[in-house]
T-cell receptor, first 111, second 112 residues
Framework: DSGVTQTPKHLITATGQRVTLRCSPR?????VYWYQQSLDQGLQFLIQ???????AKGNILERFSAQQFPDLHSELNLSSLELGDSALYFC??????????FGSGTRLTVV | GENVEQHPSTLSVQEGDSAVIKCTYS??????FPWYKQELGKRPQLIID?????GEKKDQRIAVTLNKTAKHFSLHITETQPEDSAVYFC???????????FGTGTRLTVIP
């Protein structure tokens, strides 16, 4: 167990739908990062939150949004889903001593 | 922003041989370079990292070297074992910014 918790582990939904992925960072970590990993692809940075505020944005589509709540958990909202959004979505939190720690990911399948 | 390139994309070695994966980065301000190992369907896990104030770091069979002048860093795995088979990602960031920029990954296969 990495200490970073992601739910759900698997999600199957239809095109056009909206889903919410949840991440709780490791205790004491203030940052949450979201990454998308499509089949056999690398890790695409989506967005970073730090202590409730957006800090950095990567290649995140306008159909996607995220937020970090006062208890530091974060949610990634994906709307108007397309087949191409099928991927593994990872969140990570970081500790300056140990670097990034990833959660186990949410596998999203859009049918 | 930072651009990290990683080579090769696939690498096959015989068990017991060494494997080397190379990465280059573009932003001279980057000063933290971690390596992650990802087994199929699992999360990436940090295996070793190096900061810009050192040129080399070792941890048992794994070593990383950094050449700041040339802006490249490499992962070296010696005496490879079948359980080393995985996808390896390099990354770079600026301490303080924290956002990691990842390479595209190398699929390492160790043939028994």
């Amino acid at each position: 167990d990495s200490g970073v918790t992601q739910t759900p582990k698997h999600l199957i939904t239809a095109t056009g739908q909206r889903v919410t992925l949840r991440c709780s960072p490791r205790s004491g970590d203030l940052s949450v990062y979201w990454y998308q990993q499509s089949l056999d692809q690398g890790l695409q940075f989506l967005i970073q939150y730090y202590n409730g505020e957006e800090r950095a944005k990567g290649n995140i589509l306008e159909r996607f949004s995220a937020q970090q709540f006062p208890d530091l958990h974060s949610e990634l909202n994906l709307s108007s889903l397309e087949l191409g959004d099928s991927a593994l979505y990872f969140c990570a939190s970081d500790d300056r001593a140990y670097g990034y720690t990833f959660g186990s990911g949410t596998r999203l399948t859009v049918v | 922003g930072e651009n990290v390139e990683q080579h090769p994309s696939t690498l096959s070695v015989q068990e017991g041989d060494s494997a080397v994966i190379k990465c280059t980065y573009s932003d001279s301000a980057s000063n933290y370079f971690p390596w992650y190992k990802q087994e199929l369907g699992k999360r990436p896990q940090l295996i070793i990292d190096i900061r810009s104030n050192v040129g080399e770091k070792k941890d048992q069979r794994i070593a990383v070297t950094l050449n700041k002048t040339a802006k490249h860093f490499s992962l070296h795995i010696t005496e490879t074992q079948p359980e080393d088979s995985a996808v390896y990602f390099c990354a770079a960031s600026m301490t303080g910014a924290n956002n990691l920029f990842f390479g595209t990954g190398t699929r390492l296969t160790v043939i028994p």
